[in-house]
């Protein structure tokens, strides 16, 4: 059995972005859970992306959301 550690890593960043195929995601995930050293760098990337995302939502403007929460309350609005 090898473990192709650079290999995952590589990938890595393509699984977090959800740009692999259901077969090699599942090939990643597998490699990850059987391997402490990759298993810590994923759910580091992991955290760093939903930061980053997080970071991002946070500085739209949030005009739009206001609106949209508003047409949102006026028609779920009981009788
Ligand atoms: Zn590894």
Known sequence: MSHNCD?????????ID??????????????I???PPCFDAFHFEERL??????RLQEE??????????SIIRSETLPD
């Open 33 to 35: 859970n059987d391997c």
């Open 49 to 54: 992306k939903i930061v980053v995302r997080t």
């Open 18 to 31: 959800g740009e692999l195929t259901t077969e090699s995601a599942e090939a990643i995930k597998v490699h």
């Open 7 to 15: 290999d995952a890593l590589e990938r890595m960043y393509l699984y």
């Open 60 to 69: 739209v403007p949030s005009e739009l959301m206001i609106r949209l929460k």
